[in-house]
């Protein structure tokens, strides 16, 4: 009986098979019905159409296929990496997944970027020059000028909407960094979010860099909480590469013809330098000899790896004038350190060399992932960094990067503190400016100076197995970010579109690179001329040469018509070491006539070399302009500091309503910034509290009432009264603690010159996001035993019981 039953259902399931093919137009010709296809009516009397007609009509309306065979693409982007970390090129950085990718395929060893990351990333994502996508400098350093907006304009169509308009899925992870400041906020416009620039999914951070264990998380276009924390085993790159695969796997379950395109950007190697400590402890005494004896040994593997010529000299450390040099870029000898000093400086190469090959072996599970599932030898692996090594961390170092934005100094004695606590959730470091140089052997200078390769030239893999039949080789070519659209354009066969959504676009200012997968190694470039800009400094290649012009960035010098030049034959001097500039004046001048001529094309001018403070504290026009008073309201998003109320070098009162309900209510009431610099007013232990941390430097400055707070309704708060200015540009004056009108504690305080972070924790009411404020609570630090009715943020002149009395008025009336 049972098989009987079997037997009929193995039929119906078979009739139904024919018949839904027949209906979609695959059955045999006879087999289909003789009567005109169009509409027929059912016995209700409903108009039906043909199952066939309705196919067809759908057709305009299905998106378009990906050209036949098109592989998969991912581009994997590290941060503030010269090329002389990783071990493919030559570095004491054990990089296992990079290395079999090089095993496979191509290292380059003269590919260049911007000198910096926004920039960097905007030619990655147009193909165009970073001035033509508004991106001059960093988002954060945005100004009014063209080529200096901060915004991508709609002349410049990304790679993720030209691919996703031909049939790719597009996934964006990681750093994102080409959102406008004022438009990373939970109430902002999304025109310029990852979603609306051409990426399917997004999940990552939108600023210039996050904490590895506490990151500013958004998911496509809302901010979310991390997951889990890291007493729980969190960090971002083991984060990031979960999603990766999951994004990967949910696709192929749902549209397995599709081929993706996946951008993967990892924090790392961007500050702060995080890090497990197993992975730390493995680099435990590899830095110990110092950065100047690192370069000569990279140097020599370097060339031994064919990465550089046999002839390649080393430069000098510190290679510009006096006069033009700025202090806080600065290599100090290993041999002039104490004792102290060289113990701490190896330690943080050592975090950063254990950032990087974690961060590493996590890609490592994306690509196995991708060979288990059968789609590896049919996908493109393009592996690189957008900069030089950093110099962010002064010639001191830091256990927080911060101070370098603040324009304020490291101390050895404080830094070696938490000497046992580097690359954990307590600091947030930098190393020296002597590993910078190093790392980016043997090259002059470091991130941010467009004038040397050391700012510009980075490590490059790309791997194919399908499309690129040498394996473990090398390529000489000279190129460039501007480079990767062309050459991913070519690689599926498309181009970009003259006109894209009815704008004329620019040109793309880069040429492919795929010749180089079956050129010879030395094989001519067919690239003939690159211009570099970069606050201030700046340069340009030409066919072999390259012209550079002495100027430091972030100086505040002006005066760039009074720079001097130099000229190297990059061809045949890779390490720019020998100024060829009296020997070829005439070739300098065509060379300087050429940048002259690129910068007018690109919207490069005028150059801009002011601090990192000046920059960063720019006025910029938003959506909501800056005002007097602000108010906000428990449990929003986090309000980043682009748009939140700056408190910077100014008098400042914050004041809250609050109704105290449970005796022992607690929590915070306001906060913004972290511990490595920040503010937060909260109740613990009965009583307000409010915590100035300036730059994360112990003790915090604290202050506590001096009456324990009872149920009722309060306006709690407090008043800042700026008075002059520290050795540092920080602000000093005197701080009130009030509940209601009454004073409960005061005392001298003194606030930060610039901003909390670079990017993130952002200004929350009623708990702290991310990382704790203060030491004295816990994130996420959230309010319990009463309401907070909202918390007011003045920077007017109005006198704080003048304010009091308005929020009491309100806090009657509810």
């Not at 009929?8 to 006879?30: D, E, K, M």
């Not at 001059?136 to 991508?152: D, L, M």
């Not at 210039?208 to 276009?221: I, K, M, R, S």
């Not at 350190?337 to 975090?351: N, Y």
Request: charge should be neutral; glycine fraction near 10%.
């Amino acid at each position: 009986m049972n098989g009987l039953k079997r037997r009929r259902r193995l039929v119906t399931a078979i009739s139904l098979a024919l018949a839904l093919t027949s209906l979609a137009g695959a059955a045999p010709a006879a087999e289909q019905p003789s009567q005109p296809v169009g509409p027929y009516k059912d016995f209700k009397g409903v108009i039906k159409l043909d199952v066939r007609d309705s196919v067809a009509d759908w057709k305009p309306f299905l998106p378009k296929k990906a050209p036949q065979g098109a592989p998969n693409i991912l581009f994997i982007l590290y941060d503030d990496t010269g090329l002389a970390a990783w071990s493919p090129f030559g570095g004491r950085i054990n990089m296992p997944t990079l290395q079999q990718l090089a095993d496979q395929g191509l290292r380059y060893t003269q590919w260049h970027t911007t000198a910096l990351c926004s920039p960097t990333r905007s030619t990655i994502l147009t193909g165009r020059n970073h001035h033509l996508n508004g991106m001059a400098a960093i988002t954060e350093g945005a100004n009014g000028f063209p080529g200096a907006s901060g915004r991508i304009p709609p002349q410049a169509a990304t790679i993720g909407q030209i691919l996703q308009d031909n049939g790719y899925s597009t996934f964006w992870l990681g750093k994102e960094h080409n959102v406008p400041e004022q438009d990373v906020a939970s109430g902002a416009s999304r025109k310029l979010w990852p979603l609306s620039l051409g990426f399917d999914r997004f999940y990552g951070f939108l600023g210039g860099e996050t904490n590895q264990w506490y990151p500013d998380l958004v998911e496509d276009n809302r901010f979310i909480d991390q997951p889990y924390g890291p007493e729980k085993g969190y960090h971002l790159s083991k984060d990031l590469a979960d999603h990766a695969i999951s994004l990967i796997r949910d696709q192929k379950a749902t549209n397995p013809s599709k081929p993706w395109f996946m951008w993967f950007n990892p924090g790392a190697n961007h500050a702060p330098h995080h890090a497990p400590q197993d992975y730390i402890a493995k680099y435990k005494g590899k830095f110990d000899d110092g950065y100047d004896a690192y370069r000569d040994w990279a140097l020599a593997r370097m060339i031994e790896k064919g990465v550089l010529p046999k002839d390649t000299k080393l430069t000098p450390v510190n290679p510009l004038p006096e006069s033009v040099a700025n202090k806080a870029d600065a290599v100090r000898p290993w041999n002039s350190l104490s004792p102290d000093e060289k113990k701490l400086f190896a330690r943080l190469a050592e975090v950063w060399a254990g950032f990087s090959e974690y961060t590493d072996v996590q890609i490592g599970r994306i690509v196995e992932y991708l060979k288990q599932t059968g789609q590896y030898d049919n996908t493109v692996i393009f592996y690189a960094a957008d900069n030089g090594t950093s110099g962010e961390g002064t010639p001191n170092g830091s256990v927080n990067e911060n101070k370098f934005f603040n324009g304020y100094p490291d101390e050895i004695a404080e830094n070696m503190k938490l000497y046992d606590k580097l690359g954990g959730p307590d600091t947030y470091e930098h190393f020296p400016t002597g590993w910078a140089v190093a790392f980016s052997t043997p090259f002059q200078m470091f991130k941010r100076y467009s004038e040397y390769s050391g700012g510009t030239a980075d490590p490059l893999v790309i791997s194919w197995p399908k499309g690129i039949k040498a394996h473990g080789e090398v390529r000489n070519q000279y190129h460039h970010s501007v480079d990767i659209v062309p050459t991913i354009l070519e690689i599926v066969g498309l181009e970009m579109p003259k006109d894209y959504r009815g704008v004329q676009q620019f040109p793309l200012s880069g040429v492919s690179m795929k010749y180089t997968f079956d050129a010879a190694p030395d094989a001519a470039t067919r690239k003939h001329r690159q211009y570099y800009a970069m606050l201030g400094t700046r340069g340009i290649w030409e066919d072999g040469w390259f012209a550079s012009a002495l100027h430091a960035p972030l100086t505040g010098k002006g005066h760039f018509d009074q720079d001097q030049w130099q000229l190297y034959h990059v061809d045949v001097d890779r390490a720019e070491s020998e100024d060829l500039a009296k020997k070829h004046p005439k070739k300098l001048q065509s060379l300087i006539a050429a940048w002259n001529e690129e910068a007018r094309k690109n919207l490069v001018l005028p150059l801009d070399d002011r601090t990192a403070v000046e920059q960063l504290g720019i006025p910029r026009p938003s959506e909501e302009p800056p005002r007097d008073r602000y108010v906000y309201y428990p449990d929003t998003a986090p309000v980043p500091e682009g748009v939140a109320v700056n408190v910077r070098n100014r008098s400042y009162k914050i004041l809250a309503n609050v109704e105290i309900v449970d005796p022992d209510a607690a929590g915070v009431i306001f906060a913004h910034g972290s511990r490595f610099g920040g503010h937060a007013l909260f109740i613990k232990d009965r009583k307000l509290n409010y915590v100035y941390n300036f730059l994360g430097i112990p003790p915090e400055q604290r202050f506590v009432s001096s009456e324990e707070l009872k149920p009722g309704k309060y306006t709690l708060g407090m008043e800042f009264t700026r008075e002059g200015a520290g050795p540092h540009g920080e602000s000093t004056g005197s701080m009130k603690l009030y509940v209601n009108d009454k004073v409960v504690a005061e005392g001298p305080m003194k606030t930060q010159a610039g901003k909390f972070t670079l990017s993130g924790d952002g200004l929350c009411v009623g708990y702290d996001s991310g990382d704790a404020v203060s030491h004295e609570y816990t994130t996420p630090g959230k309010f319990h035993g009463g309401t907070i009715q909202g918390v007011g943020v003045t920077v007017e002149k109005a006198s704080y019981p003048d304010l009091e009395k308005e929020a009491q008025r309100a806090l009657m009336r509810d």
